[in-house]
């Protein structure tokens, strides 16, 4: 593994609690917890409740729909190239090169995401937000150097069912292995939310990740790695076998509380400065809106 300036850290992210302000309940559901049989909880959605248990009922329960913004079309489309960069020989990874695969991997997401297609009507503005995409992959290459990796797994889909029954799944962007054994889950973030107001939900999603390759591959990962591209920083995190135990109790803790908001249809606004990032604000009683009436989940609804 290549060596990177990193960030050390310690203890526990913060985050807001579960539960704020005082929105009346409404009638019960008949039961929370066969209804969320199947059901499975992403790092995504988990950060969600724990942010705003509203959004995650917008999200996980509405399932409303979210317009892609140019900034997070970006980072979709820097995300495909980095991950196509590996697809080439190791010589020939540099920074040239991944420009080069903008225009194509732009071709390739419109046709499999559709609603990217609107994003851009003036062929001028996609070209600038095209063009826009490059000092993030010029800031990637002050991270590391691609040529002296070979990552074991890229974009690789993760599945654990924690004792009790609750399964968590993931996306991780990039496992490296090393020849020793040891395991970096590498994450990243090209998001214009500042890193401070961002970090604790990608610790969590981090170690969400190592909590599914424990318990799928028996190995703690040695290293969880955010690589910030807007600001060209490395944050690494070494997480221990005593903290992810403590996470699965956390993360069961939370799905308990999310059965027990379906049960009760009570998921309540908690603002935070990620309002300003909420595409759901216009419906949020926190900013002068009415949420949609509670969806009828005996409909089988897949959460
Ligand atoms: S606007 Fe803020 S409080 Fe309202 S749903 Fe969105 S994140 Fe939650």
Redesign the pocket.
Known sequence: MTATPRTPLSGQPSHTSLTTGGLPTHEATPDASSLLEGASLSPSRAADFK??P??YR?RAIDKLPERPTPEQARGTLVHAVLERLFDLPASERTLEQAITLLPGEWERLRVEQPDLVELFTEEADWATWLESARPLLASYFTLEDPRRLEPAARELMVEAVLDGGLRIRGIIDRLDVAPNGQVRVVDYKTGTVPRQAFEGRALFQLKFYALVLWRTRGVVPRVLRLLYLRESETLDYTPDEAELVRFERTLRALWQAIERAIRTQDFR????R??DW?A??SL?P??GGTPPPFPDLTLGMAL
């Open positions: 942010t705003c509203l959004l917008f606004p908690a603002p935070s990620l309002c909420c759901h604000r949020c926190a900013h």
